[in-house]
């Protein structure tokens, strides 16, 4: 069997409903495939929101930010190795891009800050709505708008390509219509990133051995073979973004000033076990060596106060508390007379000003103040920043540095936006920015 189409587009989320809505509107005709049985990728659980600078929601709060100061931003957080032609398609679209996506009834009004950031620019919706549910559904609704035709369980296999190079389709698996290709102009791989292949990410950096990941069980980086076998380069697939202390119940990472702030770490045996303030892959390796491969952050209401974001994570539900160590030993099933000795052990190393058992440098506050805590913390992987190199009108290019006249790429699924390090509120602003211009691009290419 097979279709014909002007464009075939890879991946539901947001890039890949970007990119099949823009495409659409300029006029072509669309097929979005999507290897899972539901839509919205790891977009749709993306909890900080969209940056851009110079727009209306800025203005209308009073915020004062500028191209530049965004630029200078993603650049720092990205170890100046971002591609500077893909930053600045980043930032110049960023306004533009929530303008598109309001225009289409989203709600991005709220504007916040998100690590990295000089000032506000991550664009949200008002009342704390999940930025990520909330662009995946609008979009969603618009592709059904348009009556956009979207196949679920329906993997990209192998970029078809004519005699002189150019893509003509697309060879598809469906679940149950089994394999048949998809004849197009072009094909848009918006396949996201591979941060839950742990495989693959600790072959990579094997200092990532053993991590779990915040993303959905899609995020295999399978379409970046796809992309590879035709012929695409890839860059930086060794920058990948990862957190030893990522709360197991929530799937966020907690930051690491709640350490800084005092917060010590404890096994499910109530012990301390590392210097809580050593580098992110020691903390990482030794949380591993737990029982379960996990650990507890333990801190009390002095540490809370000192910290506005530990309130955050207590509204998200992830934080057991109780007014002694032993009750909120029993809420989590750890030894809670060890953690009641460990805690007061810890305490007369505070006031000794010397932390004799593990070297821990600094010693904010001995814990002894009102409620205690938990956070139960594992070490996750979360963005990958590396993928297939892209020029900026989102075209897939080879490693000759020549266009794959056809192929396009939007997304996780690319490297060189962010660089080393991607900020947060940079991946949604990269998904809709890419994704819109991958659209508009490849609807041109099809009319040629
Ligand atoms: P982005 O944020 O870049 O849009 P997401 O991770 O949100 O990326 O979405 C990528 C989507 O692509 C996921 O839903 C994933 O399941 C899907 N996907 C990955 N590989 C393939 C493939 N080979 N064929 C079809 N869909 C794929």
Same mark, same amino acid.
């Given at each position: ?7 075939v @587009? ?5 890039a !890949?409903?970007s990119a *099949?809505?823009a495409?659409?509107?300029? $006029? +072509? /005709?669309v097929?979005?495939i999507e ?8 977009a749709?659980?993306a ?8 727009t ?13 100061l ?21 930032v110049s679209h960023?306004k533009?891009? @929530?303008?598109?996506m309001?225009?289409? !009834?989203?709600?991005? *009004?709220?504007?916040g800050?998100m690590? $990295? +950031? /000089? ?12 930025v990520g ?16 035709d979207?196949?679920?369980?329906t993997?990209?296999?192998?970029i078809?390509k004519d ?7 697309l060879?598809?698996?469906?679940m149950?219509?089994?394999?048949y ?5 072009a @094909? ?10 742990n495989?693959?990410?600790?072959k990579?950096?094997?200092k ?5 990941s915040?993303?959905q ?19 930086d697939?060794?920058?990948i973004?990862a957190?030893?202390t990522?709360?197991v ?16 770490l ?6 301390r ?15 591993l060596?737990?029982?379960?491969k996990?650990a507890y ?11 506005k ?14 007014d ?15 953690l ?5 052990r810890?305490n007369?190393?505070?006031t000794?000003?010397?932390d ?8 904010p506050?001995a814990?002894?103040?009102g409620?205690?805590y938990?956070i139960?913390?594992?070490?996750g992987?979360?963005?990958t ?8 009108k989102a075209e897939i ?13 939007a ?6 936006v ?21 659209g ?9």
């Open positions: 069997p097979q279709d014909t189409v002007n464009i @587009v890879v991946g539901s989320g947001g !890949g409903f *099949s809505v495409a659409f509107d300029k $006029g +072509a /005709s097929i979005l290897k899972e049985p539901v839509i919205g990728g790891n749709k659980l909890a900080g929101g969209m940056n851009a600078a110079w209306d929601q800025q203005k209308a709060k009073g915020i004062e930010d500028s191209l530049e965004m630029t200078k931003d993603t650049m720092k957080g990205g170890r100046n190795l971002n591609d500077p032609a893909l930053v600045d398609v980043l960023s533009g891009s @929530v303008d598109w309001t225009a289409m !009834g989203a709600d991005l *009004s709220d504007v800050r690590g $990295g +950031a /000089s000032v506000n620019r991550t664009h949200r919706p008002t009342g704390g709505a999940g549910a909330h662009v995946i559904q609008v979009l969603y609704d618009n592709a059904v708008k348009r009556d956009i979207m196949r679920m369980n993997r990209g296999i192998e078809l005699d002189s190079g150019n893509v003509k389709g060879l598809v698996k469906g149950y219509k089994g394999y290709w998809i004849k197009a102009d @094909v848009i791989l918006a396949t996201g990133g591979f941060a839950k292949n495989e693959r990410v600790s990579l950096d094997p990532l051995k053993g991590f779990v915040t993303n069980p899609g995020a295999t980086g399978d379409g970046i073979d796809v992309a590879a076998n035709a012929g695409a380069a890839l860059q697939m060794q920058y973004q957190h030893p990522l709360s119940k929530g799937g966020v990472m907690v930051t690491e000033a709640v350490r800084g702030n005092g917060a010590i404890v096994n499910r045996e109530g012990k076990f590392v210097n809580e303030i050593t580098t992110r892959d020691k903390a990482a390796a030794a949380i060596e737990q029982t379960g996990t952050l333990i801190f009390d209401d002095s540490v809370r106060k000192s910290l974001k530990i309130d955050k994570y207590i509204g998200l539900g992830v934080v057991p508390s109780a002694s160590l032993v009750k909120l030993g029993k809420l989590e099933n750890i030894d809670g007379k060890a009641t000795e460990t805690v007061a810890y007369t190393l505070v000794s000003g010397k004799t058992d593990f070297e821990r440098p600094n010693l506050r814990l002894n103040e409620n205690y938990a139960e913390v594992t070490p992987v979360h963005h920043m590396g993928g297939v190199k892209i020029d900026s290019m080879n490693a000759k540095q020549q266009v794959i006249p056809g192929l396009y790429g997304g996780e699924v690319t490297g060189g962010h660089g080393a390090n991607r900020l947060g509120g940079n991946a949604i602003s990269d998904i809709v920015t890419f994704g819109r211009l991958a508009e691009e490849a609807a041109k290419y099809s009319k040629k």
